[in-house]
């Protein structure tokens, strides 16, 4: 291992860092039962990895003002946290560890979610990495959600590190899209789709319990 490797790490939130998958799915419910709406069967994972003002236009058709997406969304973002105050959060397996590994390393680290800042915080704050992360770019910080590639562009301008020398680890397919676009390596958990589906992304693994420094050199080298 060359001990002078150094690139930039930027990670999807859900699914890659926190398992929070059952907490959205449960808010995405208990919004459509307060809208007396109904959620066509799939919805949860065709949407994962959209931002909200994607997701309640084009895929449910909710509304299409620009005012009521927003106030919808919000309402959404609070059940999920609402959840999570309940029932609590956890990091998924490796998470934290290389997280840190990294950082111990000096590689800049920097969160890429199309999820709200407020539940990012509060992830992070339950699983003792508030204030890890170099950068965190939200969904309020950009105009595009994935697939456009405009956050990870953002996150690599963040850390100050040309895209070209960063690997973007990700669970959504919308991710994986918006990564390539942004002519980033990009590494995929299989922690919300299956392996199979995830074969275009650069590399594949079970969740960052087995990822290593030699792993990330071997991906921006290939």
């Not at 620009?66 to 990091?91: F, N």
């Not at 697939?147 to 963040?158: D, M, N, R, S, T």
């Not at 899209?177 to 590399?203: F, G």
Request: one cysteine or more.
């Amino acid at each position: 291992m060359n001990d002078s490797f150094h690139f930039g790490a930027i990670f999807d939130w859900d699914g890659v860092i926190v398992d929070s998958s059952s907490s959205h799915e449960e808010s995405w419910n208990l919004l459509a039962q307060e809208r007396n709406q109904a959620l066509f069967e799939g919805f949860f994972l065709k949407s994962f990895g959209m931002k909200n003002t994607r997701i309640i236009p084009e895929l449910l058709g909710w509304s299409q003002d620009p005012i009521e997406i927003d106030q919808i969304s919000e309402r959404k973002e609070e059940l999920y946290r609402k959840i999570v105050k309940t029932k609590g959060i956890t990091a998924l397996p490796g998470a934290v560890r290389w997280v840190k590994e990294l950082k111990a390393r000096g590689i800049p680290c920097v969160v890429a979610s199309s999820g709200h800042r407020k539940n990012i915080d509060l992830g992070l704050t339950a699983i003792g990495l508030l204030g890890v992360f170099d950068e965190i770019v939200s969904a309020q910080d950009v105009t595009l959600g994935k697939p456009h590639p405009e956050v990870f562009l953002k996150a690599a301008k963040k850390i100050k590190v040309d895209p070209s020398r960063c690997i973007v680890f990700e669970d959504a397919h919308v991710g994986i899209e918006a990564a390539q676009r942004a002519q980033i390596k990009v590494i995929a958990l299989e922690t919300t789709h299956s392996r199979d589906s995830l074969d275009h992304a650069d590399h594949v693994i079970s969740n960052l319990s087995g990822m290593t420094l030699e792993i990330a050199q071997e991906v921006l080298n290939s």
